[in-house]
């Protein structure tokens, strides 16, 4: 804790498969699972908390623990024939799609360095996102029962959303995260019913504005009002960078996890 305030490591990991940004996001939420699964916190400094950033490339469509099959649109062979991966995942929520032009962001946080409470962390999430698309003259909005950030969510002609979220938790400790729409291609949504959601539309900040939007631009949002929204000292590192102090924390917690087994 920096004067009381959670570390977070920003980690941008650019253009990446489903399966890797998936893998490297276990190396750490496994990590500190462990550690609390324990009680190793007065042995073992905290394992770091890191909030990944992303692009999925190839394009993905990943099915949550409630998918429902029917929420994919087109037969998994003709979508992977268009050069789609159809992947099951263990976050929470129905059917959804990360491709280019989205910015995908993982925090792996322990919430209980923040506050243990899951209503207010997605409320947290969703108010990071919406001020981020403030940042381009657009007012975005929660909409009861369905977590994410929506466009005019209270007119159903006209309701879209532009971020999707979708989160698993362990001992208050969480993982995967959000999906911003920034200039992603709407078109590849028509293959699937988004969230499991049919009677509203899908949007991004580049149709809403008219224009290409930067990705690095929005990152660079993402990060300022994740920090003042969470509360939390953000320092940008490389995951290079952070890989040797996750290998050293789970070598710390497997061997005092042993000394703590044989007492």
């Not at 032009?101 to 946080?109: A, D, K, M, T």
């Not at 532009?162 to 078109?187: K, P």
């Not at 930067?214 to 960078?241: I, Q, S, W």
């Amino acid at each position: 804790m920096a004067g009381g305030r959670p570390e977070v490591y920003a980690v941008w990991l650019g253009p990446i498969p489903f399966r890797e940004a998936y893998r490297i996001q276990r190396l750490v939420f496994d990590t500190l699972v462990q550690w609390k699964k324990f009680r190793l916190e007065e042995i073992v400094p905290s394992p770091p908390q890191v909030l990944f950033l992303c692009e999925h490339v190839p394009p993905v469509i990943t099915l949550g623990k409630n998918a429902q099959a029917s929420h994919v649109c087109l037969p998994e062979r003709l979508l992977r024939r268009k050069g789609f991966e159809v992947i099951q995942t263990d976050r929470g929520g129905d059917v959804t799609y990360h491709g280019p032009g989205q910015l995908v962001g993982y925090p792996i946080l322990d919430l209980s360095q923040f506050r243990e409470d899951l209503h207010w962390y997605l409320r947290s999430l969703e108010e990071v996102i919406i001020r981020v698309v403030g940042e381009y003259g657009i007012r975005a909005e929660r909409l009861a029962g369905a977590t994410g950030v929506w466009i005019n969510p209270h007119q159903p002609r006209y309701a879209r959303k532009i971020c999707a979220m979708g989160i698993r938790m362990s001992r208050w400790v969480c993982m995967h995260g959000f999906a911003l729409n920034v200039n992603t291609a709407l078109h590849h949504f028509s293959y699937i019913i988004p969230c499991g959601i049919a009677d509203k539309g899908v949007t991004s900040l580049a149709w809403e504005t008219g224009r290409h939007i930067p990705l690095a631009e929005v990152r660079h949002h993402v990060l300022r009002h994740f920090a003042t929204v969470l509360d939390c000292t953000l320092t940008e590192r490389t995951y290079e960078e952070v890989l040797p102090q996750i290998e050293r924390a789970r070598t710390r917690i497997t061997e005092a996890a042993l000394l703590q087994q044989e007492g």
